[in-house]
């Protein structure tokens, strides 16, 4: 067998992914309806297309507003009789007969929920990714949303800020893959389906990188490492033909990202060439004023028009101010024009002019369709990280007859499903326990031990004992409520909250075999965890069908293939931590003396100055890309097909790859790359690309990565993006830690 894992060149060539844009429709017929529409309206009713609702709550709430033209998008209106009779109002009475964009957050799923998105990032697989997108865009449109406020692309290096959940980890380059295949599963192969909703690529830009992870925390991010982390994922969503960005809520060096003309216009617009349209988050407009970057709602209104807003959501700044700063001059109506246009460009890719009502019948079949729940299951599955499994405790085997369920999340049919879940229904999520529960041949002990994830109260643990003692195996289902990630709920302390600590210490002592399955919206700090248990299953928030996926797992009907997409921390303190970090002048190589080694009154620099904590040493608890399966995999010598190229050339890696185990398997093959000497420090490995295969036992798949040197292209302050000769260096490996280093130079 012979797999190619090609990717074709386009300007920003990290992200070739994206280059094929799907058919969004933008052409003459639209540029001209839009003239003659723009032609008609008076200027309040184009600010009105600026202006993006919240559902009062009722359709005669927002009726008159509809009719005079007032709002362009509402969000959070999710009855289909409602949708249309609104709509019904916005093309029948309303002067011009413009439709109206219904929006929606819909994360990781509309009724069928599938993994968080960090969990969804670790499957490593962009098909079941994409898939999971026109999944939800199929359930959302069949409520009559037409829009979502997702993929979420925010590069994220700290564990401690909730909303690391929403996004794809840390790395530019997984994210960017997770973000087209987001976006070519919400928009499809056309806008105009109904079936399609328009993606939102957001935050725009950087708010990932909040200080101490503290959600809607300023960033400090220097121009090259926002070039080269934070905005590749955006430009590869933009190629992709994502129809909006969302500008987002930090401050970057003390501009407000939705006052930032740099970032809204020049690069957007100018350097990307993107034609949709750019809504601001959530009154992000209106706090600029908190953030003490305008004195008045005029001047807020003035700096997000200039930077490159299009959409005001909810600060209402624009249809308050601009027809008064219009006549003052202060503002053109040119300008207007001009958001108005990138508005309705994207209503008549969705077809909402031709027909934006919505089959009010749809929803009944479409909801929680059996091909849905298939689909969410497959995700779960993929999306689950094996970090530990000694004595080859997992998978089950026939000799296992009596297992203890027991922790929290065993039986927590809302806290699966994770955060940003606005639509899912609590009482469709199969639990584990459930799910076990309905498989024959085993008998199962439940004893949760504790309520939640957050009891402190400890009466239950000594039955949870008692069970793990009556059973061949223990299965402890820890980690968080899906309350304690996403938006605004950061962490200081990212270990196991209550008394769970306490309960997976109790159930070790029993000396039955222990698995530990985490479900979390974050990586959590596990490390005595981790120790104490034989075997430790990471599923982050699965899902709706979590449970069937978690009860295959453990029972062998399936084999974990996940991988972390981010760096699991020892200890907090060592966030923000990443496994593409440059090379400090003094980096560690192992060789580090922990705090209880440290001999009493040594020397000041007997111990060596090198780059690491005293107490949690360099390395993470697991690296990034790591994560084993049931079988094992040995990967052959890569080969590569030159060790010198142009800059204009192309490298060919080629290795085999077997499984060599008794599973049959998938194992995500990863490339990554150094390059060793640069005009500005450049990080210590970067993933370039990766690949799933599925392996039979003893099945050998030969796999070849193409690598066009474009893509180890960087920016830099005086030459932008370009292609620096010199030495590389190459890696083939099942994680960010591993493989032996292969020379190549650029030429
Ligand atoms: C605020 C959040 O930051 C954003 O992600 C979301 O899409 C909007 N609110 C709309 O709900």
Known sequence: MNTIFKLGACAFALVAVACSKP?????AEIESNIDALLSQMTLDEKIGQLNQVSSYGSVEAMADEVRAGRIGSILNEIEPANVNRLQRIAMEESRLGIPLLIARDVIHGFKTIFPIPLGQAATFDPEIVREGARVAAAEASAAGVRWTFSPMLDVAR????GRVAEGNGEDPYLTSVMGVAMVRGYQGDTLGNPASIAAC???FVGYGAAESGKDYNSTNIPPAQLHNVYLPPFEAAAAAGAQTIMSSFNDNDGVPATGNRALLTDILRGEWGFDGFVVTDWNSAGEMLSHGFCADSAEVATKALNAGVDMDMMSFAFVKELPRLVKEGRVSEAQIDNAVRNILRVKYRLGLFDNPYVDESLRDSVFYAPSHLAAAKQAATESAV???????VLPFGSNVKRIAV????????HDQMGTWVFDGDKDKSITPLTALRERKGISINYAPGLAYSRDNNKAGIAQAVAAARQSDVVVAFVGEEAILSGEAHSLADISLKGAQRQLIADLSATGKPLVMVVMAGRPLTIADEVAKADAVLYMFHPGTMGGPAIADLLLGDANPSGKLPMT?????????????????GRPCYGSEALINDIPLEAGQTSLGNTSYHLDAGFDPLFPFGYGQSYTTFAYGEPHLSADHIAKDGKLTVDFDLTNTGDYEG???????????HGSLARPVKELKRF?????KPGETQHVTFELPAEDLAFWNPEEKRHVEPGQFQLWVAGDSQSGQPIAFTIE
């Open 158 to 161: 700290d564990a401690r800020w």
């Open 23 to 27: 058919q969004s429709g933008a052409n």
């Open 691 to 695: 690949q799933r295969v599925n392996l």
């Open 386 to 392: 094996l970090l530990k499994n000694d004595n080859h």
């Open 406 to 413: 027991v922790g929290p999340m065993a039986d927590a049919p």
């Open 201 to 203: 690529a957001k935050h």
């Open 666 to 676: 998938a194992e995500v093959a990863q490339l990554y790359v150094r390059d060793l």
């Open 568 to 584: 699991f921390p020892r200890m907090v303190g060592q966030v923000p931590i990443y496994y593409a970090h440059n090379n400090t």
